[in-house]
T-cell receptor, first 109, second 111 residues
Framework: SQQGEEDPQALSIQEGENATMNCSYK?????LQWYRQNSGRGLVHLIL?????REKHSGRLRVTLDTSKKSSSLLITASRAADTASYFC?????????FGAGTTVTVRA | ETGVTQSPTHLIKTRGQQVTLRCSSQ?????VSWYQQALGQGPQFIFQ???????GRGNFPPRFSGLQFPNYSSELNVNALELDDSALYLC??????????FGPGTRLTVL
């Protein structure tokens, strides 16, 4: 079974809008990582947030982590067509990453 | 580009055959992990190698095995292929900070 669960499963937005996706998990973690995947190819690492951090920014990305609720969110601001991809959260509890099924984001021109 | 490379890009095998997939880790990384990603799903952890020793294993049968070499490159071997083994196989190398950087993957099709 998968540790993380992303919500929603799919998201369609207009270029320039913001996209928000959420991740819930079940057990204690060391850190949580977000990845992007285009067309079934390799995963691109976006951001890592540690269990003692609450918010992190990287360019147009903002990630929050609430360990009391066992949840995280990824916000992409001012979306572009190139942001069209699947986004995965992955929890790191020991030596392995546990992934959810992902959120598919489509940015319409 | 992460610096993690995988070969081959695509592979077609028949049921019962054996396959070897290869991964070269990013410079400076001594840990390699392998994941299987079925269509429409997230990656599932297969196993991890740290300094040539298996460091943890997911819920995969023994016919999935691996190696890590002194230069930290790695192989994933799958024996007695089954149709359900058709998937994208991803390897990732890890930094000290904990981020895992993935290669482009090998698409395996079992007929």
């Amino acid at each position: 079974s998968q540790q993380g669960e992303e919500d929603p499963q799919a998201l369609s937005i207009q270029e320039g809008e913001n996209a928000t996706m959420n991740c819930s998990y079940k057990t204690s973690i060391n850190n949580l990582q977000w990845y992007r995947q285009n067309s079934g190819r390799g995963l691109v690492h976006l951001i890592l947030i540690r269990s003692n951090e609450r918010e992190k920014h990287s360019g147009r990305l903002r990630v929050t982590l609430d360990t009391s609720k066992k949840s995280s969110s990824l916000l992409i601001t001012a979306s572009r067509a190139a942001d069209t991809a699947s986004y995965f959260c992955a929890t790191d509890a020991s030596y392995k990453l546990s992934f959810g099924a992902g959120t598919t984001v489509t940015v319409r021109a | 580009e992460t610096g993690v490379t995988q070969s081959p890009t695509h592979l077609i095998k028949t049921r019962g055959q054996q396959v070897t997939l290869r991964c070269s880790s990013q410079s400076g990384h001594n840990t390699v992990s392998w994941y299987q990603q079925a269509l429409g799903q997230g990656p599932q952890f297969i196993f991890q190698y740290y300094r040539e020793e298996e460091n943890g294993r997911g819920n995969f049968p023994p016919r999935f095995s691996g190696l890590q070499f002194p230069n930290y490159s790695s192989e994933l071997n799958v024996n007695a292929l089954e149709l359900d083994d058709s998937a994208l196989y991803l390897c990732a190398s890890s930094s000290v900070a904990g981020e895992q950087f993935f290669g482009p993957g090998t698409r395996l099709t079992v007929l």
